[in-house]
């Protein structure tokens, strides 16, 4: 097996959602524990589970193992293809990034479970990456068809995580801390696989059981910083400047009573599998190190970061050394051409051009959830020889069209090679991973 996967299969083994969830809460007869709190499990009449996000599914598995027949109703929404089978919780299917009308009809089946639960109810929640995008109730006077307008247009103006959630969340009946009011007076208890860099309980999954600190007036400066004023729909565009004016309801803030009835829980990160990546490495034989795990900004841009450091290390390696350098993040692409790809392609392929000719280096870019924008790739392996292996392919021209994954195609095909990643849905989502190995 090709190293860098080798060591990318380690770093997903440690965040599999069931195995997070399982490590994270038990149950010793009638008492639940999960990190630092314990909920006697006599107190509630009725148990729900609620939830979200690409990995959720494998989440509710958990859960289920552990609750069974306690568990009254549950309902998660998953991205197409997702699903595991559950025998107490219903599944429903939804599209992401770009939500669509399965994606509403499964939002308001669980806001009704959410209001269904009383003082007398623990409604445990399952989020994970893609929660935003599935969880989809559009406020009063917004179409989904001006939601999905909105996302559209933030994701290729290059928007990241924290300004399109900041959008999101003042266009949203349920974001914002909105699930966990429609939950209050239940006892709330939220288990989060992390997606965001450092794990902001109010941006994973847009915060729909977190306090809300953002406002409509940041939602508006993000429209303004890309210049969407006059691309935006015209009722998400009044409905923002309503609520800069104080004339719509903010977001739930700190001071809001279901707070006091609130658990959350991050049970797997980045960090955590950048960590068990960086122990394979090693065992691997490779000198191993993270050097950031907090990758943000234009894949591109990183690309090139990543070039340089790569002929830092080299020029100080000895020879017959070999290193190991790992990252991650979450990178974003400005889309200006008309091909396909995603943000960890893109990179791999940028740095594939940067480093055309280098003996001793390759990249293996990928989305811990197995996919890497609209198309059925997660990333790519390239190294010194990637742009230059087959005559006629030229690489600079698919870069400049956003069409890393067109390129990374025709390369497979006629090098016989297996450049591009496809995986296929891993079940879990904690960003992407960059493993850079270097040999002198």
């Not at 958990?62 to 991205?79: T, Y």
């Not at 939804?94 to 109810?121: M, N």
């Not at 004339?247 to 279901?258: F, Y």
């Not at 890393?404 to 849905?425: A, I, N, R, V, W």
Request: hydrophobic share 45%; net charge negative.
């Amino acid at each position: 097996m090709n190293p860098a996967l080798a060591i990318f299969n380690a770093g997903l083994a440690a965040v599999a959602p069931y195995y997070a969830v399982m490590a994270a809460l038990s149950i010793s007869d009638d008492t639940l524990q999960i990190a630092d709190r314990r909920y006697d499990l006599t107190a509630f009449d009725n148990i729900y589970v609620l939830g979200a996000g690409k990995a959720t599914a494998r989440m509710a598995l958990a859960v289920e193992s552990q609750l069974g027949a306690r568990i009254v109703s549950g309902a998660i929404v998953v991205k197409y293809g997702h699903c595991v089978p559950l025998s107490h919780i219903k599944q429903l299917e939804a599209a992401h990034p770009v939500p669509d009308q399965a994606g509403v009809v499964a939002t308001r089946h669980i806001l009704q479970l959410a209001y269904d639960a009383d003082e007398r109810s623990l409604v445990i929640t399952l989020l994970s990456g893609g929660a935003s995008a599935l969880l989809v109730a559009p406020t009063e006077g917004i179409t989904l068809k001006d939601k999905q307008q909105t996302t559209r247009l933030l994701l290729h103006a290059g928007a990241d995580i924290r300004e399109l959630n900041a959008v999101r969340k003042h266009l949203s009946a349920i974001k914002g801390g909105r699930l966990a009011q429609a939950v209050y007076p239940a006892q709330l208890l939220t288990l989060i696989l992390s997606d965001v860099i450092g794990d902001p309980l109010d941006v994973i999954a847009s915060g729909p059981t977190a306090p809300d600190d953002s406002t409509y007036a940041e939602a508006m400066q993000v429209i303004r910083r890309y210049k969407l004023e006059t691309q935006l729909p015209q009722a998400v565009l009044r409905h923002l400047l309503a609520g800069q004016q104080g004339l719509v309801a903010e977001s739930v803030k700190r001071d809001a009573p279901c707070w006091a009835k609130t658990q959350n829980v991050v049970v797997a990160n980045l960090r955590l599998a950048l960590h068990a990546a960086l122990d394979k490495a090693q065992q691997l034989g490779f000198e191993s190190r993270i050097v950031d795990d907090a990758v943000s900004g234009e894949a591109r841009e990183v690309a090139l970061q990543l070039a340089d450091l790569a002929r830092q290390e080299l020029a100080q390696m000895q020879s017959g050394e070999r290193r190991c350098l790992l990252s991650g993040g979450e990178t974003t692409v400005t889309v200006s051409g008309k091909g396909q790809g995603g943000r960890n392609q893109e990179l791999a392929l940028a740095f594939a051009i940067a480093i055309a000719g280098m003996c001793g280096v390759s990249l293996f870019s990928a989305g811990t959830d197995g996919t890497d924008g609209p198309n059925d790739a997660a990333g790519a392996y390239v190294n010194g020889t990637t742009v230059s292996k087959v005559d006629g392919l030229a690489a600079h021209r698919y870069l400049a069209d956003n069409d890393s994954y067109g390129y990374f195609q025709k390369l497979d095909e006629m090098s016989g090679g297996q450049s591009h990643f496809k995986p296929g849905p891993t079940g879990t989502n904690v960003m992407d991973m960059q493993i850079l190995l270097l040999q002198k």
